[in-house]
């Protein structure tokens, strides 16, 4: 199961949810970096990119904050982080560099396979494959 789909909860919030293009999600998980978060806005399809100590400043913030002490940019970037904490529920956290580990996505996707047969040839051709580091 996709991780985006498996995050929101079954039977709810999959009609308000604008479809999102899995290649595009892809290339962002791909260029990951540490210390940002990545959020896909269910209501407009968008993938924002927060750094984590935005994040940290929108959650301890008062709702008249100005953020006027911050450069304009770091003001907009504050306010994008605002956004996904008071509005929680129209976000899905893409997993970090830590989660996105390709073998175990493979690995889980051969295991999720109900047919036998085809789970094995599955299994058995991620086993052979030889694995770079």
Same mark, same amino acid.
């Given at each position: 199961?996709?991780?985006? *789909?498996?995050?929101?909860?079954?039977?709810?919030?999959?009609?308000?949810?604008?479809?999102?293009?899995?290649?595009?999600?892809?290339?962002?998980?791909?260029?990951?970096?540490?210390?940002?978060? #990545?959020?896909?806005?269910?209501?407009?399809?968008?993938?924002? !990119?927060?750094?984590?100590? #935005?994040?940290?400043? *929108?959650?301890?913030?008062?709702?008249?904050?100005?953020?006027?002490? #911050?450069?304009?940019? !770091?003001?907009? *970037?504050?306010?994008? *982080?605002?956004?996904?904490?008071?509005?929680?529920?129209? #976000?899905?956290?893409?997993?970090?560099?830590?989660?996105?580990? !390709?073998?175990?996505?493979?690995?889980?996707?051969?295991?999720?396979?109900?047919?036998?047969?085809?789970?094995?040839?599955?299994?058995?051709?991620?086993?052979?494959?030889?694995?770079?580091?």
């Amino acid at each position: 199961m996709c991780r985006v *789909a498996g995050k929101l909860e079954k039977g709810k919030g999959h009609q308000d949810m604008k479809p999102v293009s899995l290649k595009e999600i892809v290339d962002r998980l791909d260029f990951l970096m540490d210390e940002w978060k #990545y959020y896909l806005n269910k209501k407009t399809g968008d993938i924002v !990119e927060i750094q984590m100590e #935005y994040l940290s400043i *929108a959650e301890e913030s008062e709702d008249d904050n100005d953020f006027s002490e #911050y450069e304009d940019w !770091e003001q907009d *970037a504050i306010r994008e *982080a605002v956004d996904v904490v008071e509005n929680w529920n129209d #976000y899905v956290e893409l997993p970090d560099r830590e989660e996105v580990n !390709e073998y175990r996505i493979m690995e889980n996707f051969c295991y999720s396979q109900e047919d036998d047969k085809l789970r094995n040839k599955l299994c058995h051709s991620i086993y052979d494959f030889p694995m770079t580091v």
